[in-house]
Nanobody, 123 residues
Framework: QVQLVESGGGLVQVGGSLRLSCVAS???????????MAWHRRGPGNQRELVAG???????SYANSVKGRFTISRDNAKNTVYLQMNSLKPEDTAVYYC??????????????WGQGTQVTVSS
C-alpha cells in the first residue's frame, strides 16, 4: 500500500554534491502516518548501513562517516525526505535506500523500503 520512490542519484566527482529525494505515497483515500524516515546505503561488498535518520519532530542522527558532510531533512506535508550530500568521497559510492517507519491508518506500524538509487563518486 506504500511506495517509496527515490531520485537524485548519479555519477559525481570527488568533492561534488548530490541531493537525494524520497517520496512516500499511499493508495488513494489512505493516510500514511510516518514516524521516522532514514537513508541507508550498501556499498560494494559491504553490508547495508544507516546513513542518516530523522524523526517526525525533526530530530536527526548521522553515521560518523558522514557527519558534517550530509544533511537529512524532511517535508512532512509532502511525505518527502531529502539527503543533501556534500564533499563526496569515493567511499560514499553505494546504493542508497530510503526507509520509512509508519502506519497506514488504521493498521499497525511497519517498515517500508524504496528500491534504491545508485550514487557513484569517481576520483
Amino acid at each position: 500500500q506504500v511506495q517509496l520512490v527515490e531520485s537524485g542519484g548519479g555519477l559525481v566527482q570527488v568533492g561534488g554534491s548530490l541531493r537525494l529525494s524520497c517520496v512516500a505515497s499511499v493508495a488513494s483515500g489512505k493516510i500514511f502516518s510516518i514516524n521516522s524516515m532514514a537513508w541507508h546505503r550498501r556499498g560494494p561488498g559491504n553490508q547495508r548501513e544507516l546513513v542518516a535518520g530523522i524523526t517526525s519532530g525533526g530530530s536527526t542522527s548521522y553515521a560518523n562517516s558522514v557527519k558534517g558532510r550530509f544533511t537529512i531533512s524532511r517535508d512532512n506535508a509532502k511525505n518527502t525526505v531529502y539527503l543533501q550530500m556534500n564533499s563526496l568521497k569515493p567511499e560514499d559510492t553505494a546504493v542508497y535506500y530510503c526507509n520509512a517507519i509508519g502506519a497506514v491508518v488504521p493498521y499497525a506500524i511497519a517498515d517500508y523500503w524504496g528500491q534504491g538509487t545508485q550514487v557513484t563518486v569517481s576520483s
